[in-house]
């Protein structure tokens, strides 16, 4: 489902070990299904400094997951981003052209 995945396991090892600053960890939270919200948020995790970036989102479409990543890093260094399986993430290869991370 996610093209061009790579697994986490083979993750540089710099990333790992935190000595960076600009690798993000991205993930989403989703509203409970009994409320019937589509509405998700965008999180951003800085591994090194823990920073945290967060992006209400109105879906969970690859295209808003991509946007709302691009407007919370546009500022910021990049160096990675580490998505988790969801489908939201099938376009990372897009964020990984923009940032070139």
């Not at 995790?45 to 991509?66: H, I, Q």
């Not at 890093?73 to 991370?101: A, Q, W």
Request: proline share 5%; net charge positive; charged share 35%.
């Amino acid at each position: 489902m996610i093209p061009h995945r790579t697994s986490i396991a083979e993750r540089p090892t710099i990333i790992n070990e935190r000595k960076r600053i600009g690798d993000w960890e991205a993930d989403t939270i989703v509203s409970g299904k009994k409320t019937g919200s589509k509405a998700s948020l965008c999180t951003l995790v800085e591994r090194k400094s823990r920073y945290t970036k967060l992006k209400k989102m109105p879906d969970r479409k690859p295209e808003t997951m991509n946007e709302s990543i691009r407007q919370c890093l546009v500022h910021l260094p990049c160096e990675s981003v580490t998505y988790d399986n969801g489908v939201e993430n099938k376009n990372h290869m897009d964020i990984r052209r923009i940032f070139l991370c």
